[in-house]
């Protein structure tokens, strides 16, 4: 088990900026793929970034050159910056754990987090 808890999401102005944590339990986040999903209402959940346990990162086309991610290990900590938000960005946003190195696939992610919202007022 990894228990994930996220946190920073929030309300903000279209153009603005949010960091989201990700807090993990356990001995062995350092070894996993980490990534950050979300769902919009009326949405199915979608891939937003992932990150190696090397360090290599993707992001989806939406986001590309506006969020950043990146893993702290010895906090056991996975971030998701959010640059120049927009209203189409709002949604609940998961981090998420797989027990391989690298993955964008949802289904290789075994540990998901509660979500936080974010929502991007117009």
């Known amino acids: 088990q990894v228990p994930l808890v996220e946190s920073g999401g929030g309300l903000v102005q279209a153009g603005g900026s949010l960091r989201l944590s990700c807090v993990a339990s356990?001995?062995?986040?350092?070894?996993?793929?980490m990534g950050w999903f979300r769902q919009a209402p009326g949405k199915e959940r979608e891939f937003v970034a992932a990150?190696?346990?090397?360090?290599?990162?993707y992001a989806a086309d939406s986001v590309k050159g506006r969020f950043t991610i990146s893993r702290d290990n010895a906090k056991n900590t996975l971030y998701l910056q959010m640059n120049s938000l927009k209203p189409e960005d709002t949604a609940v946003y998961y981090c998420?754990?797989?027990?391989?190195?690298?993955?964008?696939?949802?289904?290789?992610?075994?540990?998901w987090g509660q979500g936080t919202q974010v929502t991007v007022s117009s």
């Open positions: 998420a754990a797989a027990p391989i190195s690298y993955s964008e696939r949802q289904r290789d992610y075994d540990y």
């Open positions: 356990g001995r062995t986040f350092s070894s996993y793929a």
């Open positions: 990150i190696s346990s090397i360090g290599r990162t």
